[in-house]
């Protein structure tokens, strides 16, 4: 064999060694849910859940209801040590004019300061939710958002602050590269939410994320969807069924795509009797397991296996030999 036919042959297997994607059992599992509910429930506890993720209102704590129904949240998952993050979305209102006007980055900066002075052990924070969504009043903003991560990162070097937390959206792509050239350096982290990906069981969403940005991917929030009230154009299959396939292969197509898909968070924990406009929840309004909990469960299980085996092998490896 030639040299050259020789490095040829190497350079050939070390592309197919590249294209093997990361075992989905690298990913840390958390859960993303508004209620603390999920905290007190055994299922949870023996699952070994150690991240949750909340989205909140920029100026929540300038509002008294608001600012007990986060205390009550933050003190759960931190009886259970579980580790929060924290996401920043629109204003507290029921006006819309309101609801839509945006902080200044100072203005947010000192909303980040009392955060961490209240909730110390907190280190992990998203700069702002589902930001490309035009939902939000970030959709055409990525400039200002961008001014947000800087201060945010800056404030706290100890912190994973999130860049934005990005929808599979088309405008993804344009979104993040006006991000990006506003932010003067390179993120480290970022925000997934693929519901898209997970729902239609395709990856091009995750794929096109992970070609728009260099850093480490959170996925947080993403699952399948059991019933939508929200007057979405965007049309899938709805059912316990499809949301336990849709998860499913979420951890087994997209989650292994790479290893810079670091964690995920699964929405929702539970959901309430009554009219609901979003329900992608593990367990039902009766306090019962859907389908989808089993799928999270054994992803779980496989996770916290595969790190007993490592442990195992470390210790042998350390082991004075006989």
């Known amino acids: 064999m030639t040299r050259r036919l020789l490095l040829l042959l190497l350079a050939l297997l070390a592309g197919v060694a590249g294209a093997v994607p990361a075992a989905a059992s690298a990913v840390s599992i958390g859960i993303a849910d508004q209620k603390p509910d999920m905290f007190s429930d055994a299922r ?56 839509r006007k945006l902080p200044t980055p100072s203005r947010l900066l000192a909303e980040f300061r009392k955060l961490r002075k209240r909730y110390p052990w907190a280190k992990d924070y998203a700069t702002w939710n589902e930001a490309n969504h035009c939902g939000e009043p970030t959709c055409h903003r990525p400039k200002l958002v961008a001014s947000y991560w800087r201060k945010l990162r800056k404030a706290c070097r100890s912190c994973h602050v999130l860049a934005a937390e990005i929808l599979d959206e088309p405008n993804m792509t344009r979104w993040i590269r006006d991000f990006r050239r506003a932010a003067k350096s390179e993120p480290r982290y970022w925000g997934l939410h693929n519901y898209l990906d997970a729902n239609y069981m395709r990856t091009s969403g995750t794929r096109t994320m992970l070609r728009s940005v260099k850093g480490l991917i959170w996925v947080t929030e993403t699952g399948g969807i059991v019933k939508r009230h929200n007057h979405s154009k965007i049309r899938f299959k709805e059912s316990a069924k499809h949301a336990a396939a849709a998860t499913r292969y979420l951890f087994r197509k997209v989650l292994p ?38 799928v999270v469960r054994t992803e ?14 470390k210790a042998k490896a350390q082991a004075p030999s006989q």
């Open 300 to 313: 779980l299980r496989r996770l916290a296996a595969a790190k007993r085996a490592r442990a195992k092998r």
């Open 44 to 99: 949870f506890v023996s699952n070994h859940i150690r991240y949750a993720r909340r989205s909140i209102p920029w100026d929540v704590l300038s509002h008294r209801g608001q600012r007990a129904q986060l205390d009550a949240w933050m003190f759960g998952a931190r009886v259970r040590g579980v580790q929060p993050l924290l996401s920043f979305s629109h204003a507290v209102s029921t006006r819309t004019k309101v609801r």
């Open 257 to 294: 795509l790479s290893g810079r898909l670091q964690r995920v968070y699964v929405y929702q924990w539970n959901i309430g009797r009554g009219f609901n406009t979003w329900d992608s929840a593990l367990i039902g309004p009766s306090g019962r397991t859907r389908p989808a909990y089993g």
